[in-house]
């Protein structure tokens, strides 16, 4: 993960919302904050597109997972969550991962 682009905004999202509505609610929120966001409706949709690992992956109301080599945090999208809620808790942890890398490194 680039830490100083993904602080800027920069950072690659995976969103995974089944429910397209409020996927888009999403999307666009996170869009205007600047982040490069791909949507899908499930996991399985995305394994054969050509997007770069991505730095986060947002599970809208879905179960967390993990699969080998996964490096991009995962932040779960609770239930009811306002679209500036989720924005600001992107940033957050990728602030605080670029932190950790700095500090670590």
Not at 14 to 43: H, M
Not at 77 to 101: F, G, N, S, Y
Request: contains cysteine.
């Amino acid at each position: 993960m680039n830490t100083a682009a993904a602080t800027a905004g920069l950072a690659r999202i995976l969103l995974i919302a089944d429910d397209p509505t409020l996927g888009q609610n999403y999307r666009g929120a996170l869009e205007v904050a600047g982040y490069d966001v791909t949507q899908a409706e499930s996991f399985v949709d995305v394994l054969g597109t050509a997007m770069p690992d991505p730095d986060v992956i947002v599970l809208c109301e879905l179960a967390v997972f993990a699969y080998p080599g996964q490096a991009g945090l995962v932040i779960r999208a609770t239930d009811r969550m306002m679209p500036d809620d989720l924005v600001a808790e992107v940033h957050r942890r990728l602030a605080l991962q670029a932190t950790l890398l700095t500090t670590v490194g």
